[in-house]
């Protein structure tokens, strides 16, 4: 059966209480952002790909509902000129919660929080030692974020590709030498997955994919 964002949405939005119109309001503004023009890779089609793998762990998940608001507002905002736009998509939820009645002392809100500000921090002690693995939410958030990195090889080629028109205001040159450093730092640690499942399903494949793309950037 085909994804369903506004079905998830919804399906969120009644385990957690909210039943007020404002829901709707923004799920048809979260909607717009993913589909603007200029969304070359964290757009809509992005957002469905994360939420395929977030219906393979949520099981795993100790706040489901946290994990599935934060990744509708992880880009609801999106500049990828800022290196803080995560701030911004912050408070972004706290208007919503407002709107929708979220007290911001609840385990909820404050989880949101938590794993919208993980984005800032990329790398933790669990990526950077063999044998470790994370089980947090945070970790779940985090590896979903790049769990495109271990998709087929086609996939990831458009992937790639899409990444490179979302900084077409960089010169090539300039954009080379930034993506060769983001992805050798992936190279360098041990562990570019956290969680146990997506390390076990995705990592051989998305060092194969990195290395390919380092080759050609090279």
């Given at each position: 059966?085909?994804l369903?964002?506004?079905?998830?949405?919804?399906?969120?939005?009644?385990?957690?209480?909210?039943?007020?119109?404002?829901?709707?309001?923004?799920?048809?503004?979260?909607i717009?952002?993913?589909?603007?023009?200029?969304?070359?890779?964290?757009?809509?089609?992005?957002?469905?790909?994360?939420?395929?793998?977030?219906?393979?762990?949520?099981?795993?998940?100790?706040?489901?509902?946290?994990?599935?608001?934060?990744?509708?507002?992880?880009?609801?905002?999106?500049?990828?000129?800022?290196?803080?736009y995560?701030?911004?998509?912050?408070?972004?939820?706290?208007?919503?919660?407002?709107?929708?009645?979220?007290?911001?002392?609840?385990?909820?809100?404050?989880?949101?929080?938590?794993?919208?500000?993980?984005?800032?921090?990329?790398?933790?002690?669990?990526?950077?030692?063999?044998g470790?693995?994370?089980?947090?939410?945070?970790?779940?958030?985090?590896?979903?974020?790049?769990?495109?990195?271990?998709?087929?090889?086609?996939?990831?080629?458009?992937?790639?590709?899409?990444?490179?028109?979302?900084?077409?205001?960089?010169?090539?040159?300039?954009?080379?030498?930034?993506?060769?450093?983001?992805?050798?730092?992936?190279?360098?640690?041990?562990?570019?997955y956290?969680?146990?499942?997506?390390?076990?399903?995705?990592?051989?494949?998305?060092?194969?994919?990195?290395?390919?793309?380092?080759?050609?950037?090279?």
């Amino acid at each position: 059966m085909a994804l369903n964002l506004e079905e998830l949405w919804k399906s969120t939005l009644s385990d957690i209480g909210v039943t007020s119109g404002k829901g709707d309001e923004w799920f048809s503004k979260i909607i717009r952002a993913y589909a603007d023009d200029q969304r070359h890779y964290q757009n809509v089609q992005n957002l469905e790909h994360k939420f395929k793998n977030f219906e393979m762990i949520k099981s795993s998940l100790k706040n489901k509902n946290a994990m599935a608001l934060a990744l509708f507002f992880h880009y609801y905002e999106y500049d990828p000129k800022l290196v803080d736009y995560f701030k911004k998509n912050i408070e972004h939820f706290t208007k919503f919660s407002d709107e929708c009645k979220i007290p911001t002392e609840s385990d909820l809100f404050k989880d949101v929080v938590k794993m919208l500000e993980a984005v800032d921090t990329h790398s933790t002690d669990e990526h950077k030692t063999d044998g470790v693995y994370g089980s947090d939410d945070c970790h779940y958030f985090l590896d979903l974020d790049i769990a495109i990195l271990g998709s087929d090889p086609e996939h990831y080629a458009d992937y790639a590709t899409r990444v490179q028109r979302e900084y077409s205001f960089l010169p090539s040159t300039m954009y080379q030498a930034l993506r060769l450093k983001v992805l050798q730092n992936f190279l360098q640690i041990p562990n570019i997955y956290a969680t146990k499942e997506f390390r076990e399903k995705y990592e051989n494949q998305a060092r194969t994919n990195i290395k390919s793309e380092v080759n050609k950037l090279k």
